[in-house]
């Protein structure tokens, strides 16, 4: 009873409103004057009277935000500190050390060899696996048959179901010692040791990126995919009037359709670009490969986290994360001025 | 009679007028059947040498069907107690981790979608700079040990609690399928803001709370490095976390015993990554029917 009468009461607020607005355009300014002052001071204010049960909906969703992302940015002040792992961020006992954790971490003999190993990873994973999904998708939308197409769709997405656990151990099942790869070269002839890929420094990066691509590049293709199902087909037809073949129109007609989508995919993944995902570079680290296969974030976790170095650690952490915010701004910025898109 | 010559003549027009198309389509075909290829022949790879003599595999004879067929390796899984543990505890994190999500996800995504969210610009602005900046991994684990969460399995439920990612993907979800007559309507009855979200936002919202089900779903699945940062005791380690000691394990040495426990060791590689594989590869096909443009093209405004 009570529920209906709440509801009631709701409907009738709703009604006055639309009456009090009504009013208002009727005779102007008189009602008006009252909060001429700060007239969309008084629209918030109204607006959240009538609405402030939907900040319900997200506030859960935002204090865990500020809780696991704001916080940890606030402990980013360890990187400042001779912090010992159970200390609290800043309490009685902070010892500050200014620059000092920066010092141990750059002066470190390593240090180069850690960043070009980042960078490089990184930049040849771009290289191939930006365009490789780009171009799938434009394969794929030229097919004919719409069978084909749903039925290779589904195959290329599901690599990337499988786990990173399970995928660097097929890795080395195929490519390891004694693996496939190595088996099959013994017996054609080869080093009776087999060739141990994945005890050597420069086959790191290629199995990297390309275990990476086998797992991904159908699932990156969906975005792409979407974009072009917008695509008018009179567009089409008319390029077809025209004479164009199938593979001619897939430069004047679908890439200036997928082009906005690409540019923005581009600044999202130049912003990640120093993000290659530290927990597969460790599950792929062994003592033959550390040469190029030690970047970065797999720094931050065995020095800085198991090595209980935190504020080094934190301070690793931070110039990685420092040069991906100063790339994200760079490729904007150029977007911004070459395409005319930008995200900001 | 006719008929035919017409039948003729279309098919020789047809073939005119595609000649380099023709080509094109070949080219476009081999490619993608290699593609194909390539996908299938690892994962083809790891089924027949899991059913395979394990010498037979050791050898590399195993590469184009399997040799004298044997379900030894399965028969040796279901020994292993700390597989089955953590499947238990896999099933146990994601079922509860991904529950947590979606709570914590759809609603935030419904709020972000409506104009009039009061702080709208600012919670946008709180929420896009995640996307970009953090504190990092160290601090990340400091704010954790701080809350209770260290050497606590519990993390392995709640951590990564909210993907910014996806709530912009429900966001633009909801602006573009709730139709406005609806949410009038529903105003006019008198729905209040919690009303109108459970009798008419989420009955029509089935497929994008399916794709994020499943988008969290396989993350708890496959995480298996948490359990490392934390310092988690290993007897409520999840299955991923079991299977990479597994498959860690370098075999060395010699004589016959240790060359007895690398068969059992190689085998029991290749059957527990097909079981640790075969859920979510179920799964997905279930849910793939939800990927439509509708679902992820909007993720990108």
Redesign the interface.
């Known amino acids: 009873m009570q529920n209906v009468t709440g509801?009631?009461a709701?409907?009738n607020e709703?009604t006055q409103r639309l009456i009090d607005e009504a009013y208002e355009q009727m005779d102007g300014n008189a009602d008006r004057k009252k909060d001429k002052k700060h007239p969309k001071w008084e629209q918030?204010k109204a607006?959240?009277k009538?609405?402030?049960?939907?900040?319900?909906?997200?506030l859960?969703?935002?204090i865990?935000?500020?809780?696991?992302?704001?916080?940890?940015?606030?402990?980013?002040l360890?990187a400042f500190q001779d912090?010992m792992?159970?200390d609290?961020?800043v309490g009685p006992d902070t010892i500050w050390v200014g620059w000092q954790n920066f010092e141990t971490f750059f002066s470190n003999p390593n240090f180069l060899d850690y960043f070009f190993n980042t960078f490089l990873l990184c930049v040849f994973g771009f290289l191939v696996g930006f365009p490789l999904p780009i171009i799938?998708a434009l394969?794929?939308n030229?097919?004919?048959s719409k069978k084909a197409k749903k039925g290779?769709q589904?195959?290329?997405?599901?690599?990337h179901?499988?786990?990173?656990?399970?995928m660097?151990?097929?890795l080395?099942?195929?490519f390891g010692?004694?693996g496939?790869l190595?088996?099959?070269s013994?017996?054609l002839g080869g080093d009776v040791n087999g060739l141990q890929l994945f005890l050597k420094p420069e086959a790191f990066r290629p199995l990297f990126i390309f275990s990476g691509n086998?797992q991904d590049?159908?699932w990156s293709a969906?975005?792409y995919l979407?974009?072009l199902?917008?695509v008018d087909p009179s567009l089409h037809e008319a390029a077809k009037m025209d004479g164009a073949?199938?593979?001619r129109r897939i430069f004047s007609v679908d890439l200036p359709a997928i082009l906005p989508?690409i540019i923005?995919?581009m600044i999202l993944s130049v912003?990640?670009l120093m993000n290659c995902g530290y927990?597969k570079v460790?599950?792929m680290q062994t003592g033959g490969n550390l040469e190029t296969s030690e970047i970065l974030?797999t720094y931050?976790?065995t020095f800085?986290?198991m090595g209980g170095q935190?504020g080094v650690?934190?301070a690793a952490?931070?110039f990685?994360?420092v040069i991906?915010?100063i790339l994200?701004v760079i490729a904007n910025f150029t977007s911004k001025k070459v395409a005319h898109s930008s995200m900001w | 009679m006719e008929k035919q010559q017409l039948r003729t003549l279309k098919r020789q027009n047809k073939i005119k007028e595609s000649k380099t198309d023709y080509v094109y389509y070949v080219i476009c075909a081999i490619i993608l059947a290699l593609l194909a290829i390539i996908i299938i022949y690892p994962l083809y790879y790891i089924v027949i040498a899991s059913i395979s003599d394990p010498d037979a595999v050791m050898t590399g004879d195993v590469w184009l069907y399997p040799i004298k067929v044997t379900f030894s390796g399965y028969a040796a899984l279901f020994e292993r107690e700390d597989i089955w543990r953590g499947y238990f505890f896999t099933l146990l994190y994601t079922i509860l981790g991904t529950a947590f999500n979606i709570v914590l996800t759809i609603p935030a995504g419904w709020a972000l979608s409506r104009q009039y969210l009061p702080f709208r610009k600012l919670i946008m602005v709180l929420l896009i700079i995640t996307m970009f900046f953090g504190g990092g991994l160290v601090p990340y684990i400091i704010i954790c040990r701080a809350l209770g969460l260290y050497q606590n399995p519990l993390i392995l439920i709640i951590g990564g609690g909210v993907s910014v990612y996806n709530v912009f993907m429900c966001k633009s979800f909801f602006e573009s399928n709730v139709p406005k007559e609806v949410l009038e309507a529903g105003m006019i009855d008198g729905a209040g803001e919690v009303r109108t979200f459970f009798d008419l936002v989420l009955p029509i919202s089935k497929s994008i709370i399916s794709v994020m089900i499943l988008f969290y779903a396989v993350g708890h699945w496959n995480n298996y490095i948490d359990a490392y940062i934390f310092n988690i005791d290993s007897q409520f380690y999840p299955l991923q976390t079991v299977l990479n000691g597994l498959l860690d394990q370098t075999s060395g040495g010699e004589g016959d015993v240790i060359l007895e426990q690398m068969r059992a060791a190689t085998q029991i590689k290749f059957t527990s990554i097909i079981i640790a594989t075969v859920p979510i590869l179920v799964l997905y096909p279930m849910i793939e029917k939800h990927f439509g443009q509708g679902v992820l093209v909007g993720s990108f405004k």
């Not at chain 1, 009538?50 to 997200?58: A, K, M, N, S, V």
């Not at chain 1, 589904?154 to 690599?159: D, F, G, K, N, R």
Request: hydrophobic share 55%.
């Open positions: 509801e009631a709701l409907q709703e918030w607006n959240f009538r609405h402030w049960w939907i900040l319900l909906f997200i859960p969703a935002l865990y935000v500020i809780i696991f992302c704001y916080l940890p940015m606030y402990g980013i360890v912090y792992p159970g609290s961020v799938v394969l794929l030229s097919l004919r290779l589904i195959l290329y997405y599901a690599p179901f499988i786990s990173l656990v399970v660097v151990g097929m080395k099942l195929i010692s004694d496939l190595d088996q099959l013994i017996k086998w590049f159908g969906i975005i979407a974009a199902s917008g073949s199938r593979f989508t923005m995919m912003g990640n927990e460790l599950l974030s931050v976790y800085g986290l935190y650690g934190t952490g931070l990685n994360s991906n915010v994200l």
